[in-house]
């Protein structure tokens, strides 16, 4: 009896060890996170929009840019993320033309990419946030951060133009 319970105290280290092994093997699989966005992650999405965002990822496809979508739903207000990024052949007119979408408002961004500016967002179905338009080398990428609430508490004027900024560190940051 007492040579049986010797060996089984020696292979439990062993069981524990395995065990651990195979625990530490299979987690990166139970980590990975559910979105393929290539620029920024679920996570760093959800501190941006003030709360747990859910995200989606389109890959590129007929002329079309990659999209990353990352919605948080809460207080009375629906906050999104939105990233475009495309490969251009001539990315500086490229970027131009999405420039185009800010106006006169548009304010250049130094040090985000190799170009970048950014301006408000307001339309008519509610919508209030900033917009970031830049490139850096051949890629030239979109962000859009909005709130569906005026008076949002958790994106207010301010939070909306660091956060805007955030993001925008994070995907040139990624693309370079």
Partial sequence: M????ASSFRLRPRLGQAMMAVSLTCMPA?????????WITE??????LGGNAVGGYTPPADGQPAVCNFTQQGDGASRTLRITVELATDPHARFISLAGDCGASAIQIKAIGNEALTCEV????????EHVVGRVRDQV???TLTTTLRSDPIMTRDALETRIYTAAEQVAGNLF
Wanted: glycine share 10%; proline share 0%.
């Fill in 141 to 143: 990428f979109t962000i």
């Fill in 30 to 38: 139970m980590a990975h996170a559910a979105n393929n966005c290539s």
């Fill in 2 to 5: 007492e040579n049986n319970r």
């Fill in 43 to 48: 996570a760093t999405a959800s501190g941006l």
């Fill in 122 to 129: 307001a339309d008519r179905k509610g919508v209030y946030g």
